[in-house]
């Protein structure tokens, strides 16, 4: 049914022994007009681009970003499509869009195409997130490392468990890597994947929701039932356009709660007490909040903290009583992720000593603080950090790390958040002995423009080009000249990529993987 899936999906089971008919589908979307009326055909999946069209299915044409889906209302059909749903003011704004084929089919018009495609697909897997509880996490930082500490958390509990995240996608026992660069996919990739889990007798899932897919409605009708807030820094502004209207979106994920589906769990938000914006959410939220930090002042803290490379031990603090916790993740950042698992852990009734297992059970997360190691004699570490916040904590927890000093690889998406250039610069510049700026996804703007502009934050630092950092575009050259250039003692952070497996340059998708290239570069250089 989708691309995302396995290749042995079984979602199509999802699906009842008979299509729906597309009246009963639309019954989902009340705020419909049927500008064509036609035949009531059976629907047998429903798609948002044109290209994957085949017989019988449901076309939705939605505005995207980079182009109008209702140019491509001509080739749905022709590829056979029986059905077209259309936004208000679009549907004639080309008539020659439709062929004559199309003149005889049924067109819906509805005010949010995107809306409605959300609706649709949540109706055609047949409500798939009614039948599991579903656990949402937002936030800047920190969402992949917290999905994958609650995932360990509940089958630690017993519980059958899914995913879908950034990393990986996973349905009780199957994983597989998400390679489609979007953390949460869009509306039908979502439903398929929440329907193969009640197949699979999942008891929850545990969805990634980002600010983007709150905003674009890819999880609408997703009933969820507990909703963690990690963080909220500056970032995704070039979508959003403020932080205000960042904020909206992921206050979308609490504001649900109050319309999702009893299941017979209290709805649950989980706030991080620390971070300044825990005050907004807590207006947006259930009555029911957990906050967690680490201060006493949060209802789950942690206390008499050790942090060491190999990872941190202490103790968590809970209504309940304290539990002795070793976490084999390093840094301060992986204590709050702890936290916010432990928090859901205790929603959801499970006991201390679970919690406390769990936690020191649980192993990395591919692509974050990954260490690389062919016996060189420097350290070379992999990780995931594409914010000036994130890239600060993660330097700061490699620093003492290194005997000798700290190099960072890193550039900055392209046609994303401009603002964040020179601040992830400024922060390398402080925080790191020396940086090579290079690509990390240009898309189509100009890379050595990208570039310089996280050269004018590490110049504000104080670092001179040639003495403190190079630019070198090849991020595969950067690279090997970073491992030329280490010494003995010295950690080499390849910051950015993470677990990603390709880099977008212009518009092409080039197999790309940092953990890999380190490994060439590494053999290149003689290491084993």
């Not at 994957?52 to 182009?67: K, M, S």
């Not at 590829?79 to 020659?96: F, I, T, W, Y």
């Not at 997703?222 to 992921?250: E, I, M, P, W």
Request: contains cysteine; hydrophobic residues 40%.
């Amino acid at each position: 049914m989708s691309s995302l899936l396995p290749a042995d999906s079984s979602a199509l089971v999802a699906i009842r022994d008979g299509n729906l008919k597309l009246r009963e589908l639309l019954a989902a979307q009340p705020e419909n007009r049927l500008v064509r009326d036609g035949d009531d055909p059976e629907i047998a999946a429903i798609r948002y681009d044109s290209r994957l069209v085949r017989p019988h299915d449901l076309f939705v044409a939605v505005n995207g970003f980079h182009t109008n889906g209702h140019r491509y209302v001509r080739q749905a059909v022709e590829r056979g499509a029986v059905a077209v749903v259309v936004q208000e003011g679009e549907l004639l704004a080309d008539p020659g869009q439709w062929s004559d084929e199309s003149h005889r089919l049924p067109v819906v018009a509805v005010p949010d195409s995107r809306r409605a495609l959300g609706r649709l697909a949540a109706a055609f897997y047949g409500y798939p997130s009614r039948k599991l509880r579903v656990v949402g996490v937002t936030g800047t930082d920190g969402k992949t490392t917290t999905t994958f500490l609650i995932n360990t958390l509940l089958e630690h509990a017993g519980y059958r468990t899914g995913l879908l995240g950034t990393v990986q996608f996973k349905v009780d026992q199957r994983s597989w890597a998400n390679e489609s660069r979007q953390t949460t996919p869009e509306a039908p990739e979502v439903q398929a994947m929440l329907a193969e889990m009640v197949n699979a007798g999942v008891d929850y899932a545990i969805v990634e929701s980002t600010s983007h897919a709150l905003a674009l409605d890819r999880v609408t009708d997703c009933d969820y039932d507990v909703a963690v807030l990690t963080n909220v820094t500056s970032d995704h502004l070039d979508f959003h356009g403020t932080r205000d209207q960042y904020l909206q979106a992921k206050a979308r994920l609490f504001q649900s709660l109050s319309t999702a589906t009893d299941k017979g769990v209290p709805k649950v938000g989980i706030l991080n007490a620390d971070d300044p914006a825990a005050a907004f959410f807590r207006q947006v939220s259930p009555p029911n909040v957990i906050t967690y930090g680490l201060t006493a002042e949060a209802d789950i803290f942690a206390r008499e903290l050790r942090l060491a490379g190999s990872g941190t031990t202490g103790e968590i603090c809970t209504p309940l009583g304290a539990v002795d916790f070793h976490l084999r993740m390093p840094g301060l950042f992986n204590v709050y992720n702890a936290l916010a698992a432990a928090a859901v852990g205790i929603s959801q009734g499970v006991g201390l000593d679970q919690i406390g297992a769990a936690l020191q059970s649980a192993a990395g997360v591919p692509g974050r603080m990954e260490s690389i190691d062919c016996g060189q004699p420097f350290a070379v570490i992999v990780d995931y950090a594409h914010t000036a916040d994130s890239l600060q904590k993660v330097l700061e927890v490699v620093r003492p790390l290194a005997t000798g000093r700290v190099l960072v690889v890193f550039g900055c998406a392209g046609e994303r958040d401009k603002s964040k250039r020179p601040k992830m610069g400024r922060v390398a510049g402080e925080l790191a002995d020396f940086l090579f700026l290079t690509n990390e996804d240009p898309r189509l703007e100009d890379a050595q423009t990208i570039i310089e502009e996280i050269a004018t934050g590490a110049r504000a630092a104080g670092r001179r080009e040639g003495i403190d950092y190079l630019k070198i575009e090849d991020r595969r050259e950067a690279i090997r000249i970073a491992f030329e250039r280490a010494r003995a003692g010295d950690l080499v952070l390849l910051a950015g990529k993470g677990h990603e497996s390709s880099i977008i340059v212009g518009t092409e998708k080039m197999p790309w993987d940092d953990r890999q290239a380190a490994r060439e570069a590494l053999l290149e250089l003689g290491y084993k």
